[in-house]
């Protein structure tokens, strides 16, 4: 019995040694599947740019590889990812009260920004519960102009945003908030905001424009953040995102220069001069058209405009005491329906003389 047990006892070793490599081996060829799977799965999020966004956020394969919660993490990113690369994010928030009532009585502004282009719309409110009734018309404008469809709407727990809870999930818009006292949650809109007033008082203190235009600065501050380069694209512009080709730099004017807007369709007599220096203060909203600030007090908004941007003649123009100016209106020629058209839509050989009808309206 104790031979037939020394010769039995080496085989049943091998059979055990047998069985561990096997074990061994089945391990390392799951092992060796799970690693290529997750990186079949990094290959798939890789594709259309993603790399950029990886890159930003310092993923690493290997937190994932032979890791089932890798598997979900990836699974969660993609979905998130999908949802970015698809114009479906959308982040908002309000600035002010402004210590100064625009030219039009505006003391707040609210601000769109798409997570996926970074590209930016600005409103201008009396109040803050204007939000809502401005998001119904951007969200109508977004749709229709750009053929997109807004899914999730995200901002702070501003009681401007309480109402949008209701209204959009009508009609299936997810709202999200932001912790309270976290803004880095909703931190896209918040940096958005410190670039727009700082670039638009620094285009106020370069043109020596008193802080009562801080609306049309913004605006145009606005405008030159949608189309510089950004980083956080790979140094493409919002606007290139957006519309998939270089913005025109000849469309722009240096803001606050001087400007001769061609102004013969308004002569009272055969002796007036057919144009006169005035302040460029921006971009129209509803024409495609520069706006220029006549020592009178009246705005006049057109395409035929020659400009020297090495003149800055506010002071000159206004004296110390400044005119006390009423807002209204006088619209002529074909309008565009909102800001962003205006912007997004600029001819490719904008010339500086250009040729077109002019408006005017009394400076708001």
Known sequence: MEVLM???C????TLKEMEIKETSITS??????????????MDVLVLGAISEFIANYALNLDMACGNVTGGYLFKELKSLLRLILSWSILYSDVWGPAPTLSGDGYRYYI???????????????HLKSEALVVFVKFRAMVELQLDKKIKVFQADMGGEYIPFVNQLSKVGIQVRFSCPHTHRQNGVPERKHRSIVEMGLTLLD?????MKYWFEAFCTATLLINNLPSSVLGFLSPFEKLYHRNPNYNFFKVFGCSCFPYLRNYSKHKLDFHSSKCVFIGYNVSHKGYRCLHPSGRIFVSRNVVFNELEFPY??????HLHKESSSTICSGPAISNLFNLFSNHRTDCPTHTTSQSVTTKAG
């Open 111 to 125: 601000v769109f920004v798409n997570a996926y282009t970074r590209y930016s719309w600005t409103y201008p409110l």
């Open 315 to 320: 002071k000159q123009l206004f004296g110390p």
């Open 206 to 210: 370069h043109g020596g424009l008193p």
């Open 10 to 13: 080496p085989i049943t070793l």
């Open 28 to 41: 390392m060829e799951m092992e060796k599947e799970t690693e290529d799977a997750t990186k079949e799965m």
């Open 6 to 8: 020394l010769i039995l």
